[in-house]
C-alpha cells in the first residue's frame, strides 16, 4: 500500500523560507504526476503546484514565481520550496501522486504558517 508522509512544515514570518517535503513508501510505479495542494481554515482546497514525470511544472497565479516544485524520483519524492511567505499562504500542505492508472495517493499535512 502507497503511503505518503510530508514534512517541513512549521512557523516562519512572513518574508521568510520553507522546503517541504513529501516520501512515498510502499513502492508506487507508474508515477506520472506529483502535486501540492493546501487547505486553510474555512477554505477550500487549492492547488500549489505540480510537476509531471517529464520535469513540466504547473503553478497558480498566487504562488508562481515564489514557489518551486521539484521530484527525485529515483527516492519517490516530492519538494516544494516555498520562498517569500505570506500570512496568507498559511494552511495545511498536502501532497499527491497521480499513476498512470488514475490512482491518486494523499499525505496526511504539514501544517504551514506565516506569521505577519
Known amino acids: 500500500q502507497v503511503q505518503l508522509v510530508e514534512s517541513g512544515g512549521g512557523l516562519v514570518q512572513a518574508g521568510g523560507s520553507l522546503r517541504l517535503s513529501c516520501a512515498a513508501s510502499?513502492?508506487?510505479?507508474?508515477?506520472?504526476?506529483m502535486g501540492w495542494y493546501r487547505q486553510a481554515p474555512g477554505k477550500q482546497h487549492e492547488f500549489v503546484a505540480q510537476?509531471?514525470?517529464?520535469?513540466?511544472?504547473d503553478y497558480p497565479i498566487s504562488v508562481k514565481g515564489r514557489f518551486t516544485i521539484s521530484r527525485d524520483s529515483s527516492k519517490n519524492t516530492v519538494y516544494l520550496q516555498m520562498n517569500k511567505l505570506k500570512p496568507e499562504d498559511t494552511a495545511v500542505y498536502l501532497c499527491?501522486?497521480?499513476?498512470?492508472?488514475?490512482?491518486?495517493?494523499w499525505g496526511q499535512g504539514t501544517q504551514v504558517t506565516v506569521s505577519s
Open positions: 510537476i509531471f514525470s517529464g520535469g513540466v511544472a
Open positions: 499527491n501522486f497521480r499513476n498512470a492508472f488514475g490512482d491518486i495517493y
Open positions: 510502499g513502492s508506487p510505479f507508474s508515477i506520472n504526476a
